[in-house]
């Protein structure tokens, strides 16, 4: 299960689990959550996403498996989980993730604005530290994964002397620049064949060093084909240093081998780049280096893109261009960066797993770690496969496809309908048909794509009205006679067909509206033919009147009746008729089943599709002097005018006198009803003049108890409230009350149920001061009734439990101007610790006897009985991290004698007695780390 890290790559880990691992943490682990691989021993629940910015690996989870190893007969113990580096958020070997699909174009854009352009939008990766590179950067991307495109643009930028590169930090963030700010390219390590050790400034690390070279891609001329087709292909062409070709033919001329590379997302600008770019990669023998280093932990020492030194003079791996000095010799290594490690996974590592929803599970106890082994390093180049430019083929590219559809042909008229839409509004829907054409040279298109249909309003077309649609709008909002409504204006709507298919059905019209309407072909080289000419129709017209609608409610009076209706529909329910409804007419007749008329119209009232969505019934009034029964029917209309049939009647008689016929009113004893009106008060309104009573008037609302004096007054110019009593916010279970006794100190209740017990918060004087308390409810504990208090004066601060008496109960701490203590009975010089005004602290109590519980504890005490000991050996537990320095004193119930510490490791300490101890001796010890 080693972890093969690879530079700028998607790389590969596998941890494997104990068959015992806990159901709960197995379900803990989840796809695409994050493993973090961390040195040494540390607990994640406290560190948290600290542990993704200091672990020596972060992986995404990809693979997790649950199933039995065919090789034992032990059932479940094939346990493991595996994936990918943090790169797989750029995008995974396949180019899935976040695909750029919208064309992202940069103009001479700086490094850091073309990576931070080409970052996901999803933000699985976000903007690290960008690096400044000389230089900008040109081009378009498009359907590519982003890892690919900050690669291009990394590789575009790159140069001899100051190559670019990129990684994704543990924390998911990003870092691009020069690889001077990203990696360590003054190498501090150096592997070699024998020799190996430490020196003041260099690591030498053994190894052995494999070495195997070839010219199978050595090139010394690259032609690049780049953006375009035909004839307009542009090109780049880059040729190697004649200094860097050594090599001659049969005849002795200078070999020339040129290569071929095609990148047809590249633009003319960036297409000499790319073919320098390309040539540099095969302007030498291809090394394959491969180092195994013996020392299997070289976290710290070195990490994918970092540079080492490579030494090795038995295979070649000497350069006099370099020299350091180790240990006093003086060595000619090669320069190389590491490209891919390869490590195992050991015990010592901690192993932890992040949810997406940043919740932390250890596995490290459940890891079946692997045995210390080798740490296979690659250095100076990538497999032979990732150093090929282009994964294109190369070849002539096509010939531009130059054929030109014709034009299709409409086929009229067109047939439409007019329906109903979600919403209740009336719409108009059509049937559009074409005949297929040829190309414009004759031939039979047999690369026809799709048929592009745009439409749009006709403002030239004249829209007549009738009597009834111009009787819903006023004079002044009118056009011109010949054209009564303004001509809607609109843009071009287009409907994309397949080819094959010559209908579409446009919908959504407005009806009654005039459209104009064209169509054209397209191939599947983008050839799109001319639009054809304009033909109009007329979306059909609403002819679709409103349901019928329920039956009214009506109130009567000696010369009027009131209507209201909820706007449903007669088949049930409230404000469910169609939206497109402009008003009701209300019709009023002496029986019930007349047919509504002109002259049994009585009024129009405006219903709208506003009032139905925000259910506001329709109220109105209309006069009808009669004392006898009538009966009342209403119809819908809507916009177009249509109506819908007469609702079923519903009756008045004379019962109520409309208010708008009375025009004075004086009353001097209202015995019962409800008012419902606004009323503009000049004067006051009160109960009585004297005694206890409420007024209300301009200054606001006063209430006044049996003496006149004023208990509540709420002012109305500030909007302040004065009330004098209790103010509660309930009679019962949950509520506050203030001032809930008026010989009780300022207080505030709280009760939390429905019960008598409450908390509060009260204040109390003791002069010119203010203290302050905060008290929860009362709790028994054997015969005391007890409660905590926060209690805050002009001199301390106090948290404690106290009984009802005001003594303390149990622990507390104080604090004041000149110490602090916490103790833990109610006493005042028993406090277990305290500081004085001088920074001394004083502690009372004992020390309780207890066992490490942890390897990495930095003091513990204890005591052990050593009666009929002489020599007595006390053992931790655990291995401690690092040796203990234990103090021991002896007690021994018979005569005294002397010990001292004779042995002390990790694991424990041995005491020697001056001679055997009676029974009941014990020692006690101190240990600390050191």
């Known amino acids: ?90 995008g995974d070997e396949d180019d899935k993730g976040a695909v750029i699909e919208n064309a992202t174009t940069f103009a001479s854009a700086s490094f850091a604005t073309a990576v931070r352009g080409l970052l996901p939008a999803s933000g699985a990766v976000t903007e690290g530290t960008l690096y400044s590179v000389t230089g900008t950067y040109s081009g378009t991307h498009q359907w590519q994964s982003p890892r690919k495109a900050i690669q291009y643009v990394c590789d575009t930028m790159s140069s001899t002397s100051v190559p670019v590169s990129w990684r994704v930090n543990g924390n998911g963030t990003l870092d691009a620049g020069p690889e001077s700010n990203l990696f360590v390219t003054t190498p501090s390590c150096a592997i070699v064949s024998r ?57 002795g001329n200078t070999v020339a081998l040129t290569r071929m590379v095609s990148e047809s997302g590249t633009s003319q600008v960036n297409a000499t780049i790319r073919a320098q770019l390309a040539l540099s990669q095969f302007v030498a023998a291809h090394n394959a280096l491969t180092l195994t280093t013996a020392d299997y932990d070289v976290d710290g020492s070195f990490a994918p893109g970092d540079y080492v030194w490579a030494y090795d003079p038995d295979k070649g791996l000497v350069d006099t261009a370099n020299e350091i000095v180790f240990r006093g010799l003086r060595l000619n290594p090669i320069k190389l960066q590491v490209t891919e490690t390869t490590w195992p996974v050991t015990d010592g590592h901690t192993v932890a797993y992040r949810s997406a929803a940043g919740v932390w599970t250890d596995l490290t106890d459940y890891v079946q770690f692997e045995q210390q082994g080798t740490t296979q390093v690659v250095v100076g180049d990538f497999e032979r496969q990732l150093a090929n430019s282009s994964a294109e083929p190369v070849g002539s590219r096509p010939t531009a496809d130059t054929s030109i559809p014709g034009v299709p042909t409409f086929i009229t008229p067109f047939s439409g309908a007019a329906y109903l839409d979600n919403r209740g509004f009336t719409r108009s829907k059509v049937i559009v048909s074409w005949n297929a054409p040829n190309n414009t040279d004759g031939s039979t298109i047999l690369d026809g794509d799709h048929y592009e249909v745009r439409y749009a309003v006709d403002t030239d077309l004249i829209y007549p009205a009738t009597w009834a649609q111009l009787s819903q709008v006023r004079w002044e909002d009118l056009q ?74 009506v109130a009567g009076s000696r010369i009027a009746l009131q209507i209201t209706h909820t706007l449903g529909k007669a088949t049930g329910g409230t404000y469910n008729l169609e939206s497109d409804l402009h008003h009701l007419e209300i019709h009023v007749e002496y029986e019930p089943t007349f047919t509504p008329s002109p002259t049994t119209l009585k009024g129009k009232v405006s219903a709208t599709a506003g009032m139905i969505q925000a259910q506001i019934p329709v109220v109105t009034t209309v006069q009808v002097e009669e004392t006898s029964t009538r009966y009342v029917r209403v119809v819908a209309v809507d916009i177009a005018g249509n109506k819908s049939a007469p609702s079923v009647a519903a009756s008045a008689t004379a019962l109520l006198i409309d208010d708008a016929h009375i025009s004075d009113l004086t009353v001097t004893k209202v015995t019962a009803g409800t008012i419902s009106a606004d009323w503009i008060v000049g004067a006051r309104i009160k109960t009585a003049d004297t005694g206890t009573r409420v007024e209300l008037n301009s200054s606001g609302l006063q209430a006044y108890n049996a003496n006149g004096d004023q208990t509540v007054n709420v002012a109305a110019a500030d909007g302040s409230v004065s009330i004098i009593g209790q103010l509660k916010s309930g009679t019962s279970g949950h509520r506050i009350e203030i001032n809930p006794t008026a010989t009780l100190l300022p207080e505030i209740r709280m009760y939390a149920n429905s019960g008598s017990n409450y908390g509060y918060l009260n204040a109390v004087s003791f002069g010119s001061d203010a203290s302050v308390g905060l008290n929860s409810g009362t709790f028994t504990v054997g015969a005391d009734t007890l409660f905590e208090r926060l209690y805050m004066t002009e001199n301390s601060i106090q948290l404690a439990v106290v009984k009802t008496d005001q003594s303390r109960f149990g622990g507390y701490v104080a604090l004041n101007r000149s110490n602090a203590s916490i103790g833990n009975t109610d006493g005042t010089t028993d406090a277990f610790v305290a500081v004085g005004s001088d920074n001394r602290i004083t502690m009372g109590g004992k020390w309780g006897n207890y066992v490490a519980a942890s390897s990495t504890d930095a003091i513990f005490t204890g005591y052990q009985d050593v009666g009929g000991f002489a020599i007595f050996s006390y053992l931790y537990g655990p291995t401690m991290a690092s040796t203990m320095a234990p103090l021991v004193t002896l007690t021994d119930t018979g005569s005294v004698k002397s010990s001292q510490v004779t042995a002390s490791n990790s694991t424990g300490f041995t005491v020697s007695l001056s001679a055997t101890s009676s029974a009941g001796s014990f020692i006690a010890f101190w240990v600390f780390r050191v």
């Open 1 to 90: 299960m080693p972890v093969t890290d690879v530079l700028t790559a998607l790389g590969r880990w596998q941890i494997e689990l104990l068959p015992t691992t806990p159901r709960e943490v197995l379900d803990a682990v989840a796809q695409l959550g994050h493993v973090a691989i961390v040195a040494g021993r540390v607990d994640p629940r406290t560190h948290g996403d600290n542990l993704l910015a200091a672990a020596r690996y972060v992986g995404v989870v990809r693979t997790k498996v649950l199933a039995d190893d065919g090789r034992t007969r032990t059932p479940g113990d094939k346990v493991q989980i595996g994936g990918a580096s943090m790169a797989f958020w750029l």
């Open 195 to 251: 020799g190996a050790g430490q020196d003041m400034s260099l690591l030498a690390l053994p190894g052995q060093l494999n070495l195997a070279t070839d010219v199978e891609d050595f090139t010394t001329r690259v032609v690049l084909l780049a953006q375009g087709e035909g004839a307009s292909t542009a090109t780049g062409s880059a040729n190697i240093s004649p200094g860097l070709n050594p090599y001659k033919d049969i005849h």
């Open 480 to 553: 011109e006679w010949r054209q009564p409504f303004a001509a809607p204006t609109g843009h071009w709507d287009i409907a994309y067909v397949a080819w094959g298919t010559t209908t579409v059905q446009l919908q959504d019209l407005a009806p009654g509206v005039g459209y104009d309407v064209q169509i054209r072909a397209v191939d599947k080289a983008g050839n799109a033919g001319a639009w054809s000419g304009t033909t109009t129709f007329i979306a059909t017209a609403d002819n679709i009147p409103p349901s019928t609608p329920a039956a009214p409610s």
